[in-house]
Nanobody, 126 residues
Framework: QVQLVESGGGLVQAGGSLRLSCAAS????????MGWFRQAPGKEREFVAG????????YYADSVKGRFTISRDYDKNTRYLQMNNLKPEDTARYFC???????????????????WGQGTQLTVSS
């Protein structure tokens, strides 16, 4: 199993920045891809960004491209989502998730992912 813990959410004004963290533990060697998703009240879970765990190839949803960036800590199994120029429509609960089945491509489908964190709330005020 893989355990994921997100942190870093909070309240920020529009135009501001925030960095989310996702710490992975357990059988991290089994991870192929990681995705960041978000879910606002009354809406479906939405793919935000993702990357291949070992090669670090990144993918972004059009809605965040140019504003969000994934990075990683090489010494630890922690991945970050740097969010800049935040907008009120970015308000949601953000989740990280991992896929432990072989794949070379990041999927935007939530159903593809095997393990999820508990999420962290981001609120962007206008």
């Amino acid at each position: 199993q893989v355990q994921l813990v997100e942190s870093g959410g909070g309240l920020v004004q529009a135009g501001g920045s925030l960095r989310l963290s996702c710490a992975a533990s357990g059988r991290t060697f089994s991870i192929y891809t990681m995705g960041w998703f978000r879910q606002a009240p009354g809406k479906e879970r939405e793919f935000v960004a993702g990357f291949t765990w070992n090669s670090g190839r990144t993918y972004y949803a059009d809605s965040v491209k140019g504003r969000f960036t994934i990075s990683r800590d090489y010494d630890k199994n922690t991945r970050y989502l740097q969010m800049n120029n935040l907008k009120p429509e970015d308000t949601a609960r953000y989740f990280c998730a991992v896929d432990v089945h072989y794949t070379a491509v990041v999927s935007s489908a939530a159903s593809r992912y095997d393990y999820w964190g508990q999420g962290t709330q981001l609120t962007v005020s206008s």
